[in-house]
């Protein structure tokens, strides 16, 4: 399994951008694909998922603005990034693996992880 993670950059706030990930032997019908993001010394935290069965979560910080989907043909998911703030700075993953729906906002639940890249939002 490969995920390599594109799309980041710099973008002032209240803009947006939009990041993929495209997954090499990747069933989508059976993983679920998830966005994390790490800022400068915080821990990585939940972004979104997006299960198998298309049932799709967010973190509350991003509800509302930030949208997940899926080209099932491409193998490749995308987020949708709205509204940035500065807050949204970080490096962004995309993981994919197959977690309990309880541990689905859990970084450990996910065996596969992208190499991350990087959105910076200026005020």
């Known amino acids: 399994v490969q995920l390599q993670a594109s799309g980041g950059g710099l973008v002032q706030a209240g803009g947006s951008v939009r990041l993929s990930c495209r997954a090499s032997?990747?069933?989508?019908?059976?993983?679920?694909m998830a966005w994390f993001r790490q800022a400068p010394e915080k821990e990585r935290e939940f972004v979104a998922a997006?299960?198998?069965?298309?049932?799709?979560y967010y973190a509350d910080a991003v509800k509302g603005r930030f949208t997940f989907s899926r080209d099932n043909a491409g193998n490749t998911i995308y987020l949708q990034m709205d509204s940035l703030k500065s807050d949204d700075t970080a490096v962004y993953y995309c993981a994919a693996g197959r977690p309990i729906l309880s541990s689905i906002r859990s970084e450990v639940a996910y065996n596969y992880w992208g190499p991350g890249t990087q959105v910076t939002v200026s005020s």
């Open positions: 997006r299960r198998w069965n298309g049932a799709t």
């Open positions: 032997a990747v069933d989508f019908n059976q993983y679920t």
